[in-house]
């Protein structure tokens, strides 16, 4: 299969690597001519992915149509910022009609729509869309390490049959359909990793991490139903697995936030260290937006949205999170 890969930050060079060492053709695309002729003539992703060879099966180009041409699948991996603008290019390009994955984690700011809407309300007549999410560490899969992840489309047919066709050894494709709670789950765990990062970095331990891991599961699984998915996602790879991964893993970004801003570091400073995008940051008053809209209870949201704004300081954010009126769960 021919496969397009828009974005060239790690977790799309990863991507690209998986796919092409499976023998899918696959070409890559930045707008940034520099960084595609760079990547082209180095084999390798310095800035985002260093020390992994692009096979010879990988092409990278800085031309939207050039990139599309010949192609059966695109996967937009793009930060969701930049999501809107590089589907709207697809479009122009004359290739609004191939089927499309968007690997991106988040709410679009503003429209707060979920990756796979923000597609749809650009290619209303387009029947293939979906969301690939789930348990996953860029670094890990171009090492080819094993993983398990989610495909998801309302369309059960198409996603059925793709996850057939790109399921392999190393990455193991699971078909859904609720392409909201595998939305859903994969953008509100980067706002828990943040808060779990925040407590580690604090010293509270094991326990106290345990804690807001369970109750972030709480509070994702509360706005996922509130917004239309099934609860069981919540339990599976794009819901419990993804929040278990981000929030414990060392090489988790947003993790890295939470760490950082404990050690009484700016946001601003934070996110230059990590050079990384960490889609928890701008995701936390989207959710915060969304759990006003549906009147949920979100706390540990609540809490890191006052953080950002600079209204609560980090041990402000456990404290508080501790003297809540007691419930039951």
């Not at 992994?52 to 939207?64: G, I, K, Q, S, Y």
């Not at 779990?196 to 699984?221: K, P």
Request: proline letters at 3%; a negative charge; glycine letters at 8%.
């Amino acid at each position: 299969m021919k496969i397009t890969v828009l974005g060239t930050g790690s977790w799309g060079t990863a991507l690209g690597i998986h796919f092409a060492l499976h023998n899918h053709q696959v070409a890559m695309w930045t707008h940034n001519d520099a960084h595609a002729q760079t990547m082209q003539e180095s084999r390798q992703n310095e800035r985002y992915l260093p020390d992994f060879r692009l096979p010879e099966n990988l092409t990278v180009h800085a031309d939207m149509a050039t990139t599309l041409q010949d192609s059966e699948l695109i996967l937009v991996v793009t930060p969701v910022v930049g999501l809107r603008s590089s589907v709207e290019q697809v479009k122009q390009a004359g290739f609004g009609h191939l089927p499309i994955l968007t690997a991106c984690k988040g709410f679009e700011l503003d429209s707060g729509l979920l990756t796979f809407q923000v597609v749809k309300e650009l290619l209303p007549e387009n029947d293939k869309i979906g969301v690939l999410s789930g348990p996953s560490f860029a670094q890990e899969l171009a090492k080819q390490l094993p993983c398990a992840v989610c495909l998801a489309s309302e369309n059960e047919a198409w996603i059925t049959q793709l996850t057939r066709e790109l399921n392999t050894n190393v990455m193991r494709l699971y078909a859904n359909t609720d392409a909201i709670g595998v939305s859903v789950g994969g953008a509100v765990k980067n706002v828990m990793a943040i808060a779990t990062g925040l407590s580690d970095g604090l010293g509270y331990g094991l326990n106290a991490r345990a804690a807001l891991v369970t109750r972030g599961l709480a509070e994702i699984s509360r706005l996922a139903v509130a917004m239309g998915a099934d609860y069981k996602t919540m339990m599976g790879l794009a819901g419990m697995g993804d929040l278990i991964l981000t929030c414990t893993g060392a090489l988790s970004r947003n993790r890295k936030v939470g760490l950082g801003l404990a050690e009484g570091k700016s946001l601003h400073q934070v996110l230059k260290e990590i050079g990384h995008v960490a889609e928890g940051v701008p995701t936390i008053e989207e959710v915060h937006n969304a759990a006003a809209k549906y009147q949920i209870d979100m706390p540990v949201t609540d809490m890191l949205y006052q953080l950002v704004r600079n209204e609560l300081n980090a041990h402000d954010v456990m404290d508080r999170l501790m003297q809540r009126e007691p419930k039951s769960e």
